[in-house]
């Protein structure tokens, strides 16, 4: 089993930064076959894929309307990511999501995914 804890988000002003933070915990949880990624939602709407972290390679993945604006970055040694998004929209407001999974082929599509964070609201004001 693995849980993944969520913190971060909250409250913030158009244009401005905020980071999310995911911890893994379980030992179940493989450094060179699992994939965390971001996911958000809106009221009525599926979850929508943010970005994804593979975790050995580091490589990342993004969505178009955050390129350029995010940034996903992973710490081995305290099993961490972090999702820092800068000049954030009013349509960034949604619940954030992590989640991982392992030998995932396509980071963007949920279903890939089998272990989820709690969520962490975010909203962006005018």
């Known amino acids: 089993q693995i849980q993944l804890v969520q913190s971060g988000g909250g409250l913030v002003q158009v244009g401005g930064s905020l980071s999310l933070n995911c911890e893994v915990f379980?030992?179940?949880?493989?450094?060179?076959?699992?994939?965390v990624g971001w996911f958000r939602q809106t009221p009525g709407n599926e979850r929508e894929f943010v970005a994804a972290?593979?975790?050995?390679?580091?490589?990342?993945e993004y969505a178009d309307f955050v390129k350029g604006r995010a940034t996903i970055s992973r710490d081995n040694a305290k099993l961490t990511i972090d999702l820092q998004m800068n000049s954030l929209k009013t349509e960034d407001t949604a619940i954030y999501f992590c989640?991982?999974?392992?030998?995932?082929?396509?980071?963007?599509?949920?279903?890939?995914?089998?272990?989820w964070g709690q969520g962490t609201q975010v909203t962006v004001s005018p």
């Open positions: 989640a991982t999974g392992r030998n995932i082929m396509s980071s963007s599509i949920s279903s890939e995914y089998d272990y």
């Open positions: 379980g030992r179940t949880f493989n450094r060179y076959r699992n994939t």
């Open positions: 972290i593979k975790w050995y390679s580091g490589t990342a």
